[in-house]
């Protein structure tokens, strides 16, 4: 009997330890109230955080967290890392149940807003210094003239290269379109696979979709598309960028299925790593990776920028760019002066050059110059670029932002005409945007 009762005791510790687990990362420490928050039964207060990168620069926002833990020693903060591919449903079903962390990680521009206008962002215009940031930055999160994000980072879009390969089939960085399909023979001719693509998320396709329709017809196309300003989304420049992505993928320019392969796994990354590919567009998070995954990859890589095409208006001053991570604070935090306090350690001038510095990143925090030498190559691209493109799929309302990226990778796969897409697309920006 008293060893039941001594298994009965096991039990219920272990179940009352399970209970404190849940949400944004509890412990044994901690109760959860009716509405899934954590609270204190210590006499200190909870903030759960909520972010997506792991290797260095999640060593970065914890030490951060713990600068912030040791100004503020009544306060614990529970962090959970989700992955890049499944962090966004996650929060959007914790935004709908008012579940969600205190700080959270967006990428402003559309997708933020959606949950602005949802009321379910804390407004931290107030306890913002606009002037410690870079102001295209902030402004993507940045809404009727209220701030509901804190940038960190703001990357740019390039093509990485192993110019090991390059230098041994005599090839250089290709700066045209009809440069680009030499290379990209040469390369085929050689058994190598052109340009790697991991395109079942859909973004890294929609990537080259944006920086061909830049290429053919300057920013003023997505901004006179969004804004309902003359042009639309079957503007036959836009039809001409999906011809492009067909064309290339006609000439078997990239690697088998790439559909079907997503990008956060790295199946992608490690044909660049193991030379059967030579380029990919990406973002900087590239170069993160490399120095996590493939450090000897460093010395074989370079990168160039979106090349031209015949005729068009854009330049290689355009330039792919994103903000993210922006931390913002949820409307249903019960301490959101202490929330919008660990924002603004998370985007400390101290955060932004640790950031950069160890993870081969740009930050949209001002005065922020690069250490390393790499990285101040893309913080001089930056400097030069005459505009900045966001990712459609960051700017547009969810829903058509969505289908952009469906359409997308439809061309992609062959399955929908550049035509059919750009109706498609153009429907539904009538319904969602006028």
């Not at 207060?45 to 040791?70: C, M, N, Q, S």
């Not at 990485?160 to 390369?187: R, S």
């Not at 990776?289 to 920028?305: G, Q, S």
């Not at 459609?392 to 992609?412: R, V």
Request: some cysteine; proline content about 5%; overall charge negative.
């Amino acid at each position: 009997m008293k060893k039941l009762i001594s298994v009965f005791t096991i039990m219920a510790v272990l179940l009352l330890s399970a209970c404190g687990l849940n949400g944004g990362g509890g412990s044994t420490e901690q109760a959860t109230s009716d509405s899934g928050k954590s609270e204190s039964n210590g006499g200190k207060k909870t903030l759960e955080f909520w972010h997506i990168d792991p290797g260095e620069k999640e060593a970065v926002y914890e030490e951060a967290v713990a600068r912030f833990e040791e100004k503020h020693p009544d306060v614990d903060v529970k962090v959970l890392r989700i992955p890049n591919d499944a962090y966004k449903q996650k929060l959007s079903v914790a935004m709908s149940g008012n579940d969600a962390p205190d700080v959270f990680h967006s990428w402003g521009g559309g997708w933020l807003k959606n949950f602005v206008d949802q009321g379910k962002v804390y407004d931290i215009t107030d306890a913002t210094d606009k002037s410690h940031f870079n102001e295209l930055a902030l402004n993507n999160a940045t809404y009727d003239g209220k701030v509901y994000g804190m940038p960190l980072s703001l990357t740019i879009d390039v093509i990485f290269y192993n110019k090991e390969l390059f230098e041994k089939f005599g090839l250089e960085a290709p700066k045209t379109y009809d440069e680009l399909l030499n290379v990209i023979d040469t390369l085929k001719e050689n058994e190598v696979v052109p340009i790697a693509l991991a395109n079942q998320t859909k973004w890294p396709g929609a990537y080259i979709f944006m920086n061909f329709a830049s290429r053919i017809a300057g920013p003023e196309l997505f901004d006179s598309a969004f804004k309902r300003q003359g042009r639309g989304f079957d503007d036959p420049d836009y039809v001409q960028a999906g011809k492009y992505i067909q064309e290339l993928v006609e000439r078997d320019a990239f690697n088998p299925g790439f559909n079907g392969v997503p990008y956060d796994e790295g199946q992608g990354r490690q044909l660049l790593y193991s030379g059967k590919a030579a380029m990919m567009d990406m973002s900087l998070s590239f170069l993160n990776n490399v120095r996590e995954e493939a450090p000897e990859f460093e010395e074989k890589m370079d990168f160039f920028l979106f090349p031209t095409v015949p005729g068009g208006k854009g330049d290689q001053t355009h330039v792919g760019a994103n903000t993210g991570p922006v931390w913002s604070v949820a409307q249903n935090s019960e301490n959101p002066d202490l929330a919008t306090e660990l924002v603004k350690e998370l985007t400390s001038t101290e955060t932004a050059q640790n950031y950069t510095d160890r993870t081969g990143s740009l930050a949209a925090v001002k005065d922020v110059v690069p250490a390393d030498e790499f990285t101040k190559r893309f913080y001089d691209v930056l400097q030069q670029a005459t505009h900045l493109q966001m990712p459609y799929d960051q700017t547009l309302p969810p829903e058509l932002a969505e289908l952009h990226k469906d359409t997308t990778q439809a061309i992609f796969g062959l399955d929908m005409t550049p035509e059919e897409a750009a109706k498609k697309m153009e429907a539904k920006a009538k319904e969602v945007l006028e």
